[in-house]
């Protein structure tokens, strides 16, 4: 990467590890750069895309940079082939490195910055998932982790009530903890979650009766009043006290470390975990994957059915039919 270009990089992509510019970039002039930087700045919106993104264009660039390629007309299908092929990381993380670059130039194919898009013909690696690799607990392990939590402090209401959210409505950890006082309503006689899911979705779902006793008792304890527009789920203090901060995925993931080893419960779990959990949970009790699906905001059902371990048991049961 070029050293002498770092300071046309604005602050919101040197957070992202693009602390300075690709030299085939670089070389393309202010118009190139431009429709560089408006590549993340405008066309992704989600935070996690954008880093993942970041850090696969500037991985291929470094490595094009390596082998002498410097300028974007010499990257060719063959370059970007070679770059797939070379790749040490697992086949999902390959292929998102192939999309990364593939958007990339066809940003700037239609911002006439290059002519074609070399990546356009370069076939990914192979990577097909019928089961997903969360970690899940059984109805009773959560049932148990959530019960284990000391609710006589402030930390362990709030705990308590995030932990419920994304049981008992299959929220992503980020929608859960972006979620404003506002985003916990009253519409008739039921309350409902707000959450902002992936693509910037408005998803609105009612509220389990546990994961509203659970955040009835968090808020009166808080006393969040009328900030609506404050963040739901916040930071405490050393002296125990609520601050006015948000959670960050980070703090959300390190207190489910915490709760889950205190809980005698494996060391694997994570938040994504109570997703894969609740849509278990919810199969195993009757319900269809067609309302699983709308109750996660999936787009397609083939991605809930990555959750639902209902058939774990049973395909352990056929195994132990062979009998040699």
């Known amino acids: 990467m070029t050293k002498h270009s770092t300071n046309i990089l604005p602050q919101p992509l040197a957070r992202l590890g693009l602390d300075d510019l690709p030299v085939a970039l670089a070389a393309t002039g202010p118009d190139g750069i431009r429709r560089f930087l408006e590549f993340f700045t405008v066309t992704i919106r989600n935070k ?7 850090q696969a264009v500037k991985q291929f660039f470094n490595w094009c940079e390596q082998r002498g390629v410097r300028r974007l ?5 063959v370059i970007v082939a070679g770059y797939i092929e070379r790749h040490t990381a697992a086949a999902p993380t390959v292929k998102q490195h192939l999309a990364a670059i593939r958007m990339l130039f066809d940003w700037l194919v239609t911002g006439h910055v290059v002519r074609h898009n070399p990546a356009t013909s370069v076939r990914g690696p192979s990577h097909i998932v019928k089961r997903g690799k969360t970690p899940v607990l059984t109805a009773d392990e959560a049932r148990a982790l959530l019960d ?11 705990d308590r009530a995030l932990i419920g959210v994304m049981v008992y409505s299959f929220a992503r950890v980020s929608a859960a903890i972006a979620m404003k006082s506002e985003d916990y309503y009253s519409e008739g006689k039921r309350w409902w979650l707000r959450l902002q899911e992936k ?3 408005r998803h609105e779902v009612p509220a389990h009766h546990n994961a509203e006793s659970y955040l009835d008792a968090y808020l009166e304890a808080v006393g969040l009043g009328e900030e609506k527009k404050s ?3 916040r930071t405490i203090d050393r002296q125990g006290r609520i601050t006015s901060r948000g959670m960050t995925r980070g703090d959300a993931l390190r207190m489910v470390k ?6 005698g419960l494996p060391e694997n779990i994570c938040c994504h975990s109570f997703r894969a959990t609740g849509i278990t949970a919810y199969l195993e009790n009757g319900g269809t994957i067609e309302n699983a699906q709308a109750i996660a905001a999936h787009e397609s ?3 809930t ?5 209902t058939s774990d048991e049973i395909t352990l049961d056929e195994i132990e039919r062979i009998s040699i």
Do not use: H, M
Request: glycine share 6%.
């Open 258 to 263: 915490r709760r889950a080893k205190a809980a």
């Open 305 to 309: 059915k990555l959750y639902d371990r």
């Open 199 to 201: 693509g910037g979705k």
């Open 301 to 303: 059902p083939r991605t």
């Open 48 to 54: 996690n895309t954008q880093q993942a993104y970041a």
């Open 73 to 77: 007309e010499q990257i060719t299908p």
């Open 148 to 158: 284990s939590i000391d609710v006589s402090t402030i930390a362990g209401l709030r």
């Open 231 to 233: 963040p739901l789920f």
